[in-house]
């Protein structure tokens, strides 16, 4: 059935974000910024996305060719990236995050320094004796090499399974992972919530028109593109200067959510308040949800043993966030329809201070932690 159908179209191409860190975490050192351009791809995707569907609504079109264009938008994606993009960033010039083992170059031969002066050779000197060893080493056979390469791999496979059990199964023991997929759990709630009904909201409750609201909707993805990149370098900002992690921030912008959900609702009938404080919710809200599955992602993952293993760290964050978005469509739909829009905002704030609440522990951890240091 069609349900059975979404999901499966879900599960596709939510795996894609866990490729799309593995690669970028590459660029992380030589490209500053870079995890900023990721996510405000996905807001463009959504703007495009929008006008797309509108557009072939609005036409002589049926609405299954809106389907069969962004189908092919994406075929043509994925050839792009399957026959342009480099395995390595050395291949294109740029420098690494990460050592690959057959770079590493084995320590240089120290070179003898030049002797000053000129000592004559002793003449008379009586050579030395040379004595020829008892017994050599046995030399390996091509044998012990292939079981040697065995074993390190072996010790190898064993160490990432054990970091990846030390994720999955005892994930407590992975600093912020449970916080930030909790708080990522509210802020991805909020945010497709008002993603979805934002466009009914402004139609149905504030009697726009269906352009002037595909407009004003399209607000909310372009503060979360400024968002993005704002946020973004504001805390690597703090945490090359000031030695201050993401987690204060993320909990600010929770906060401020809370404010500016109760401004919009009651001050936001105009067209241009609405504008405003639509592309503000974006700003700290769709940023926010950009951040917490990329950038803190890749600090947390900093964090596990083996390095290796931060498509794991995110798939954790990004699976229990994805849990949000699906089961907050629910209580959702049913208290637009039985309490009406008043009631959902204050849903709404709740789910952005429950966000922030997640993130006490480890704020209040970091802020100990600063205290001891400057002590």
Same mark, same amino acid.
Request: overall charge negative; glycine content about 10%.
């Given at each position: 059935d069609k349900s059975s159908r979404g999901a499966g179209l879900y599960f596709i191409f939510s795996s894609g974000s866990f490729h799309c860190l593995w690669v970028i975490r590459d660029?992380?050192?030589?490209?500053?910024?870079?995890?900023?351009?990721?996510?405000?791809?996905?807001?463009?995707?959504?703007?495009?996305?929008?006008?797309?569907?509108?557009?072939?609504?609005?036409?002589?079109?049926?609405?299954?060719?809106?389907?069969?264009?962004?189908a092919g938008l994406s075929a043509c994606a994925v050839l792009f990236i399957s026959f342009l993009l480099p395995t390595n960033p050395k291949e294109v010039g740029l420098e690494s995050s990460y050592i690959q083992l057959e770079e590493i170059q084995p320590e240089e031969v120290p070179i003898l320094? &030049?002797?000053?002066? +000129? !000592? $004559? /050779?002793?003449?008379?000197? &009586?050579?030395?004796? +040379? !004595? $020829? /060893?008892k017994s050599f080493p046995e030399a390996k056979s091509f044998e012990d090499e292939i079981t040697l390469e065995e074993r390190e791999k072996e010790e190898s496979w064993k160490d990432k399974m054990s970091?990846?059990?030390?994720?999955?199964?005892?994930p407590f023991s992975v600093p912020g992972l449970i916080p930030f997929s909790?708080?990522?759990?509210?802020?991805?709630?909020?945010?497709?919530?008002?993603?979805?009904?934002?466009?009914?909201?402004?139609?149905?409750?504030?009697?726009?028109?269906?352009?002037?609201?595909a407009v004003l909707a399209s607000m909310y993805d372009i503060g979360g593109i400024v968002?993005?990149?704002?946020?973004?370098?504001?805390?690597?900002?703090?945490?090359?200067?000031?030695k201050i992690e993401r987690a204060p921030t993320i909990f600010t912008t929770c906060l401020l959510s809370i404010l500016f959900l109760y401004l919009y609702y009651h001050y936001g009938d105009g067209t241009v308040a609405n504008m405003t404080m639509m592309?503000?919710?974006?700003?700290?809200?769709?940023?926010?949800?950009?951040?917490?599955?990329?950038v803190c992602a890749a600090?947390?993952?900093?964090?596990?043993?083996?390095?290796?293993?931060?498509?794991?760290?995110?798939?954790?964050?990004?699976?229990?966030?994805?849990?949000?978005?699906?089961?907050?469509?629910?209580?959702?739909?049913?208290i637009s329809k039985h309490y009406g829009w008043e009631a959902l905002y204050y849903f709404l704030m709740g789910g952005a201070g429950l966000a922030a609440l997640c993130l006490t522990p480890t704020l209040l951890r970091q802020i100990i932690r600063r205290y001891q240091d400057f002590s």
């Open positions: 660029l992380q050192k030589s490209c500053r910024g870079v995890y900023g351009i990721w996510g405000a791809n996905g807001s463009i995707g959504n703007i495009l996305g929008g006008f797309i569907a509108s557009w072939f609504l609005s036409s002589s079109f049926s609405w299954d060719y809106s389907f069969y264009f962004t320094q &030049e002797t000053k002066g +000129f !000592e $004559e /050779p002793r003449i008379f000197e &009586e050579p030395r004796s +040379f !004595e $020829e /060893p970091s990846f059990l030390e994720v999955l199964v005892r909790l708080c990522y759990f509210c802020v991805k709630l909020v945010n497709y919530s008002l993603l979805f009904w934002l466009p009914f909201y402004l139609s149905q409750h504030l009697e726009f028109d269906d352009k002037t609201a968002g993005g990149f704002t946020i973004g370098a504001f805390t690597d900002f703090l945490l090359r200067k000031y592309a503000i919710l974006g700003f700290l809200i769709s940023s926010t949800s950009n951040l917490i599955p990329s600090d947390i993952g900093q964090q596990v043993k083996n390095k290796d293993l931060l498509a794991t760290v995110t798939g954790v964050i990004d699976g229990i966030g994805s849990a949000g978005s699906a089961f907050g469509q629910l209580p959702t739909a049913a």
